[in-house]
């Protein structure tokens, strides 16, 4: 038996360098899942642009922030699911979405610190990057890992370490720790597939 390669919804907020790593790593064949629909809750970003460079449909949900969480968690994965999509990516998405009973164990997130350090509500990219600092650790890194409906608070997937360096500032540390995301978020899509289809065989399916 094949591993069964999951459809991948992405979402995102902002300029979409995640979904371009992603991009380029099922470029070179080095992707365990095909990439689907890509969702924003913002209009006009540069992740947007970059999904349709890479022939991926886009659709852009509540940009206004009128629905409730509840709704808005239904309006995401009716699309999604409508594209046929078993995989979620929160690829830098701000925007708290509560996972439905369904979906948890197949949405998955990447955070630029060593959860459970540095995570919570308003903990996203150079605010946790600055914290650190702050903060005087000698390393962070990055966590991928499942979404559940708190927080940054989901079982761990994987991490990657980084050296904090007496010189770093805000934006060279990020840089690094983006060049661990990088990595980490394909090798974590990788352990979730290989950990799906054991799941699938133990149980005979």
């Known amino acids: 038996m094949s591993l069964d390669i999951p459809r991948a919804a992405i979402l995102l907020s902002g ?8 991009g380029e790593c099922a470029r070179r064949e080095e992707l365990a899942c095909d990439l689907g629909l890509v969702i924003s809750n913002k209009e006009g970003v540069l992740g947007l642009q970059r999904a ?3 022939g991926l449909k886009t659709q852009v949900i509540d940009a206004a922030r009128e629905l409730s969480p509840e709704d808005y ?3 995401v994965f009716r ?3 409508a594209d046929g999509c078993d995989l979620v990516l929160l690829a830098g998405f701000l925007r708290f979405l509560p ?3 369904n979906w948890i164990g197949r949405v998955i997130n990447i955070h630029p610190s060593l959860l459970p350090a540095f995570g919570g509500k308003g903990c996203y990219g150079d605010h946790v990057h600055r914290a650190v600092l702050e903060r005087g650790v000698q390393f962070t890194g990055c966590t991928v890992h499942y979404v559940d409906n708190v927080y940054d608070n989901g079982p761990i997937i994987l991490q990657r370490c980084v050296e904090v360096h007496p010189g770093d500032d805000v934006h060279s540390l990020a840089a690094r720790v983006f060049e ?3 990595k980490a978020l394909p090798e974590a899509i990788a352990k979730h597939v290989r950990r799906s289809f054991a799941a699938r065989t133990t149980n005979g399916s």
């Open 180 to 182: 661990e995301e990088k």
């Open 73 to 75: 968690s239904k309006a």
């Open 52 to 54: 349709s460079e890479l």
């Open 79 to 81: 699309a999604v699911e």
């Open 15 to 22: 300029s979409g360098r995640t979904l371009a790593n992603l």
């Open 99 to 101: 996972i439905p009973e």
